[in-house]
């Protein structure tokens, strides 16, 4: 089955500077690849996603890009706000209805 | 309008005892899906329900844990016998369609506390 592995767990950046979270996903057969945010006492909140026929998608101050061939996916953040401190997640699906998580970042904007 | 409604937000409860926890979802979502997040950690899939087909539970963790979806709307987790090792938040989502492809939408999540 699919395996999703994400990194780092940690990651702690400048205020305005840009964070970069990384995926790696085990079934080519994936082909839509989300990006979730859960804020501290909340629920994830879907914050982007990308599917495998599209190689980069941006919205606003975040961008996801696909990698198919090696079989990775990354979502960046520019000009990084305290308000973006949260754990990101990704995830894979074959559209099939499960997604298959990866362990999370917590990304931490230092002041 | 209304987002995916958990109740309750915390409880706490001695080794042993049964619990119940609830999700409303949102209105007109066929799908629905329970997780576990144990702290610090990634989503742990538990089970899924679709309209009227029957649920996968592939995810639950043993028989102490059961759901049901009543009506096609609201879904009770039910954990019988609980252990510490079930101290997690327990989150609930809801999604419009069937399918990998469609957003899902998070509930608050209840914290529960096995002493």
């Known amino acids: 089955g699919e395996n999703v592995e994400q990194h780092p767990s940690t990651l702690s950046v400048q205020e305005g500077d840009s964070a970069v979270i990384k995926c790696t996903y085990s079934?080519?057969?994936?082909?839509?690849f989300p990006w979730y945010k859960q804020e501290l006492g909340k629920g994830p909140q879907l914050i982007i996603d990308?599917?495998?026929n599209v190689g980069e998608k941006k919205d606003q101050r975040i961008a996801v890009t696909l990698n198919k061939t090696a079989k990775h996916f990354s979502l960046h953040i520019t000009e990084t706000q305290p308000e973006d401190s949260a754990v990101y997640f990704c995830?894979?699906?074959?559209?099939?209805?499960?997604?298959?998580w990866g362990a999370g970042t917590k990304l931490i904007i230092k002041p | 309008g209304a987002g995916v409604s958990q109740s309750p937000s915390n409880k706490v409860t001695e080794k042993g005892k049964d619990v119940e926890l609830r999700c409303d979802p949102i209105?007109?979502?066929?799908?629905l899906y329970w997780y576990r997040q144990s702290l610090g950690q990634g989503l742990e899939f538990l089970i899924y329900?679709?309209?009227?087909?029957?649920?996968?539970k592939s995810g639950l963790p043993s028989d102490r844990f059961s759901a049901e979806r009543t009506g096609g709307s609201v879904s009770t987790l039910t954990i019988q016998r609980t252990q510490q090792e079930d101290s997690a938040v327990y989150l609930c989502?809801?999604?419009?369609?069937?399918?990998?492809?469609?957003?899902?939408?998070f509930g608050p999540g209840t914290r529960l506390t096995v002493l």
């Open positions: 989502a809801s999604s419009p369609r069937q399918g990998g492809y469609n957003e899902q939408f």
């Open positions: 209105s007109g979502h066929t799908a």
């Open positions: 329900f679709q309209g009227n087909s029957a649920p996968d």
């Open positions: 079934d080519s057969a994936s082909n839509y």
């Open positions: 990308i599917r495998s």
């Open positions: 995830a894979a699906s074959d559209s099939n209805y499960q997604l298959i």
